[in-house]
């Protein structure tokens, strides 16, 4: 590995709002060192250098750095070759004092030009494009010819500069009602598709209510919100004017008119962006809640990301099912209508994303994927393998400020260690077919805060080494130019190509057709996309690669005539087509088609189903979408069979269409011996996702089944649908309903002299006593608190008692509400301290494991910490256990709910909807009615309770890090 010497010119501190790497309730800051002082203003260097490693036959040249321009979000790349960047200075302004950073916040933030004038490899240029109120924390730029497209939610806005002085004449809000204002889950870079059309994404700081300028409007949402004092209100469950309910992020596609806005993908968290190949495969990263679940995926068209449940109203945790693992769970992996999630890349903060086609690096960087990893302080390389209908995703980390040893993967441990401040956070491929990395360089990655003072930030230029790559001129008033210009390796700069041949019409399509033999097959696709759009001569080319010998020109070709309304003559051709990937989009293309019309291509793709490819059981299922029951007796018929005897195509079609006419089936299949536990378990799912009350009854029926596994799965299921999809279809509270104890109501006895100010003071501290020591009667006393009913003189007397409490959730909850003493924990101190290693597991298995798994032990209630040695350095986890409730991470925020009778619930809420649900700290759920509900409240704690409400001290915490951090 080759690597260039970086020295910074100053001491950076900044929150940068690229991921969040969070703990239970709190996110990370990494130790710094001490600023460096001085007098005079002159640039402060850092006495330690950091490298970037890059592969042997690469090199990498710091293009531009600070004061230039700021923090860096995104960036894009014109023709001229030079690097437009969006600044965030105003990120999270609402959580740092004005002395306390770098703000231009009067003007709103920046859009910056940087260009290379003299072609020696730097920047030496630097100038304001726009300096505009409406951007604030802005998370992307794309430049198509004059046009400036900067997605900053709650808008997508284009900027115009008509007469090329680089200042833009005109302001133009493109798309507005974009959920997410200064949040970076929010509005994400614009991308020129092959087919002239416009892609982007938003994450998943809804509600998004958007309207395209023919009046189509999205509505989508979830139920995250907080990250910003702005984002106060989000719900599931929203419809769109196409009748269907989209959920958190998502992969959107308009023309550039503005008309005819469509959703491509949803359900994801937070991925940053999305980027296409020639061919038209979609691709993204995306960021999770836990410390092991990002990835990197190949994103098929109408795909369910799995992040909520599919109507937004549950968090992934409400679903977790009895043995999944938490990236199984995360991503809703083994949900029928659920795409496969791709590589799990593990702990990190995944970013910018770019498919790289160009020849200039080197022919073995040609079709590569590229994505950059801000947490991990790394750009993740693959070369995606078609497999089946998906693909095979080989990781490899390409470009790091950590060498390709042992030591790449001891990064948790860094204090001040300047390496980890390399925070990619977009890559771009320039018209020269160099590499360009923006980063904004950091101690810090995550959170909701902002306090750099100076706004530091670095572009890279990789290229190959030895050879020095320059910028062609780009002509567009000839028919050369605009082919070579189709053919450039920056993606929004071939649009101009495709927009200026596309201009000629039929007059092109004989210059465009001799690309069909050029080397890069990249140049290939481009061609015939653009064919597709050239009249009815270029139509009929492109209808002669439908029976092409290649697998790649006629997947492309069906693409091509789909996007301009021409597919359907060729649908059941194609769903006999030797290539997976080609039957793929034919079963994509059927989605919204009545049966009558797709009986015949559905009945090829099923029976050319392997009975093994989770891409093409995905798509036949959303081929089938709306006609699921037609379609099942259509499997049946083709794969005859007793349920206790299917093969993998019936079971597996079966699960993923899961009609209500196959419950029968299922249910024989999930009760017999005959059928392996495994499709056991996964029949017995697939009913559970039946929204019918024949389902509902099957499943009480299974209940009671002989076979124990059998019998438990039912239970859960029972349990878990009885809040959201089932609710309405039996009389469940007769069903659940439990007689009340004889010791629940000695305590409520007890807590009528406790309400009784007639009594003595004494009397009714002595029946708190008996209260706080009872599993009920503390239950009842943290009801009482929390309504007001439980005055401090009282709630002092019991503190000791109740935090004593046989009863987990009890403990737990009454560390918000009723006081302790302890002294201030200093995390400073203890990080000095050495640990005891074994004493430390000896602390977590007292006092952590009925909430958090570690390796094969402890509970799933709060986050799993196996993998927490990866996410935080000493400090950052000290912090996280000492101080909790600093900032809760989302999806583990506690809840107060009263209702309407008096009750009182408590805990992490997992749905919301007709029917809320929280988990309390003991790991019960519990379903409340809303109409039900009286109040609801957000407590301002975690329930992770401190450290000194717990009894331990400094050694015990210095020891239970070490313990955490050294686990092997």
Known sequence: MNSISLIPQRSIYAFVGIGLLSFFGFYQIQKQPETPKQSTGAPIVLADTSKLYV?????????????????????????????????????????????????????????????????????????????????????????????????????????????????????????????????????????????????????N??????????????RSGSLYTGGTPYNKSNQGNQKSDDDRIWVGGLALRINPDGTGLKV????????????????????????????????????????????????????????????????????HQEDPGVMPAGDNTGAGSPTGIVFYEGDELGKDYRGTLLSC?????????????????????????LISSFPQTSERYEWYETDGDTRKWFRPSDATVGPDGALYIADWYDPVVGGHAMKDKIGYGRIYRITPKNKKLTTPKIDLTTIAGLVNALKNPAVNVRLLGFEGLKAKGEDVVGDVKQLLTAENPFHQARAIWLMSQLGEKGAAEVDKLTRS?????????????????????FLEQMANDPDAAVRREVAIALRDMPYEKVSKPIHSLIRHYDGKDPWMLEAIGTAADGKEQKVYAMVRESFKADPEYWNAQRANLTWRLHPGNAVNDLKIRANSSKVSEKDRRKAVAAIGFIKTKNAAEAMVALSKSPLKDVSSQASWWLNFRKSNDWADLMNWEE???????????????????????????????????????????????????????????????????????????????????????????????????KANNTHGEKVFTTYCVACHKHGETGADIGPDLTLVHKKFDKGGLLDAIVNPSASMVFGY?????????????????????????????????????????????KMPNSLMPEPVT??????????????LLNFK
């Open 55 to 203: 592969p042997d036959d690469l090199e990498a040249t710091l293009w531009a750095e600070a004061p230039m321009f700021h923090n860096p979000t995104n960036m894009d790349i014109d023709a001229k070759g030079r690097v437009w960047i969006t600044e965030a200075v105003n990120y999270r302004d609402f959580n740092t004092k004005p002395a306390d950073r770098l703000s231009h916040k009067q003007k709103g933030d920046r859009v910056m030009i940087l260009e290379d004038k003299d072609g020696d490899g730097k920047a030496e240029s630097s100038k304001i494009y726009v300096e505009d109120t409406l951007l604030t924390s802005p998370l992307g730029i794309a430049v198509i010819g004059n046009k400036t497209i900067v997605s900053c939610a709650p808008n997508l806005i284009i900027y115009t500069d008509k007469d090329g002085d680089d200042k833009p004449d005109s302001r133009e809000i493109f798309l507005s009602g974009f959920g997410g204002f200064d949040h970076d889950h929010s509005l994400h870079s614009l991308v020129a598709g092959p087919d002239g059309k416009y892609y982007f994404n938003t994450g």
């Open 205 to 218: 700081a809804g509600p998004h209510k958007v309207k395209d300028k023919s009046g189509w409007e999205l």
């Open 264 to 331: 491509l993908g949803h359900n994801f968290r937070n991925s940053f962006e999305v980027c296409l190949d020639s061919y038209g495969n979609m691709w993204q990263n995306d960021n999770d809640d836990q410390v092991i679940t990002c990835r990197v995926s190949f994103l098929q068209e109408n795909g369910n990301a799995g992040y909520f449940s599919a109507d937004g109203t549950r968090y992934w945790q409400a679903d977790r099912r009895p043995g999944q693992d938490i990236f199984t769970t995360h991503w």
């Open 373 to 397: 990893e801000a947490g991990r302080n790394v750009i993740f390389a693959y070369k995606p393998e078609q497999t089946g209908a998906g693909f095979k995703l080989n990781r490899r980390d």
């Open 549 to 569: 010998a290649d697998a790649a020109h006629r997947l492309t070709a069906f693409r091509a005539l789909r996007s301009i309304g021409k597919s359907d003559g």
């Open 735 to 833: 069903a659940t309903a439990q007689q009340m104890t004889p010791g629940y109501r000695q305590m409520l006895e007890k807590k009528k002299i406790v309400l009784d100010k007639s009594q003595s003071v004494l009397n009714r501290i002595e029946a708190a006593k008996l209260m706080a020591a009872d599993v009920d009667g503390g239950n009842i006393l943290v009801d009482m608190r929390v309504q007001g009913q439980l005055q401090d003189t009282v709630a002092k007397s019991v503190s000791e008692i109740i935090f004593k409490n046989p009863d987990q959730n009890v403990r737990v909850v009454a560390s918000q509400f009723f006081p302790r003493n302890g002294k201030v924990l200093k995390t400073d101190f203890i990080s000095r301290m």
């Open 893 to 937: 925020e506690s809840y107060t709910i009263v209702t309407k009778t008096g009750d009182t619930f408590f805990g992490f809420l997992l749905s919301d909807g007709a029917n809320v649900v929280l988990k309390d700290a003991a790991g019960k759920q519990h379903s409340i009615k809303s109409a039900d509900i009286k109040t609801r409240e």
């Open 950 to 963: 717990l009894g331990l001290n400094e050694q015990d915490l210095a020891d239970l890090t070490g313990y």
